[in-house]
């Protein structure tokens, strides 16, 4: 899968090895598997518990985290909690809004999604979470255990570069992540603003929107190299999004000195510091506007203190390792 949960997984894990931990990831590559009903590109796992179980006997973890509520998720908690792990401790990641986002793709209410969450999230140690303001958020809703982990930023892939990548007419406004409802990119293709749009991604809503916005440019996805040359290329990154929990996005624009216009909303709304690295507004196309006046300096100095290796060690000091040995043996770190 391409989007910000697994970037961030992915970079984490790899920090968490060069410190000389050992990490045994569980994911769906490893099950048979079904689409997602309505977005078929992600998949859920089939019948994962007796891999799990056999993964947990064989690693010996001295931590457990769950990454997110699906069906290997849910796996491991039965496993922490009722099954031959019985009394381990695990933590948990809070990184979507899936209650917005079920109501968006599927007219479920948000109330039903978010006890369904708060029971998956009542028995971890931790409940990590990307920003201080979705931790209040969520414990007004009845969450508890909740701790901040934040996202880092690879400096040395996303830095400024020519603009000359792309030679469209300007301004040049990007749009970069899944094509998908709950991200709102019409709200972006709507904005009344002179110059070019860009959509960089893909998604089950991407064929509809080429069809509906011609004027806009859709490249499909981009990844590494070629990725930070859209970003350095563009004026504005936009961020329509109004159900993000961060927007890894955001730092990585910054990183490559391009500005980024948003809704004040959570997530982005604390990322961004108005007239430094953006402009959250409840004006898109405003917004998009003012990121013009913003020189490029600014938003990339503004990210350069963060690093996927503080990242890792924030993660690391979040986790809660096991007091005794959950089975015969040695354990991993």
Not at 39 to 64: C, G, M, N
Not at 272 to 284: E, M, R, V
Not at 294 to 320: D, G, K, T, Y
Request: net charge negative; aromatic share 10%; proline share 8%.
């Amino acid at each position: 899968q391409v989007n910000g949960v697994v970037t961030m997984l992915r970079a984490v894990i790899k920090e968490l090895e060069d410190m000389g931990h050992e990490v045994m990831l569980i994911e769906p590559g490893q099950f048979q598997t079904i689409p997602c009903p309505t977005y078929p590109q992600i998949r859920l796992s089939l019948w994962p518990f007796t891999h799990v179980r056999k993964t947990l006997e064989t690693f010996k973890p001295d931590a457990i985290h769950i990454a997110t509520e699906g069906p290997i998720g849910w796996a491991l908690r039965y496993f922490c909690l009722y099954g031959n792990m019985k009394g381990t401790p695990f933590t948990t990641a809070f990184h979507s809004r899936f209650p917005e986002n079920m109501e968006e793709r599927m007219g479920i209410p948000q109330a039903g999604t978010y006890r369904f969450l708060r029971n998956f999230h009542s028995e971890a140690a931790r409940t990590m979470v990307p920003t201080e303001m979705l931790r209040r958020e969520l414990e007004a809703r009845g969450f508890k255990n909740l701790v901040v982990w934040t996202p880092g930023i690879d400096t040395t892939l996303f830095h400024p570069r020519s603009e000359a990548f792309l030679n469209d007419p300007r301004p040049l406004y990007l749009y970069v992540g899944r094509v998908v409802a709950e991200k709102n990119v019409a709200a972006f293709l709507d904005a009344a603003v002179e110059g070019t749009k860009y959509v960089v991604g893909d998604g089950p809503d991407r064929l509809s929107l080429a069809q509906e916005y011609p004027a806009t440019v859709f490249v499909g996805e981009k990844y590494g190299e070629e990725l930070a040359r859209y970003y350095a290329a563009a004026d504005v990154l936009v961020f329509p999004s109004k159900v993000e929990t961060f927007g890894l996005v955001i730092l990585e624009a910054n990183a490559c000195g391009t500005p980024v216009a948003a809704y004040d909303v959570v997530g982005p709304k604390e990322v961004i510091q108005n007239g430094i690295n953006g402009y959250s507004g409840p004006d898109l196309a405003e917004a998009m506007r003012a990121c013009l006046k913003i020189p490029r300096e600014l938003p990339h100095s503004h990210v350069q203190h963060l690093s996927w290796r503080a990242s890792a060690e924030q993660f690391v000091a979040n986790l809660a390792p096991l007091s005794e040995p959950a089975f015969d043996g040695a354990r991993h770190s």
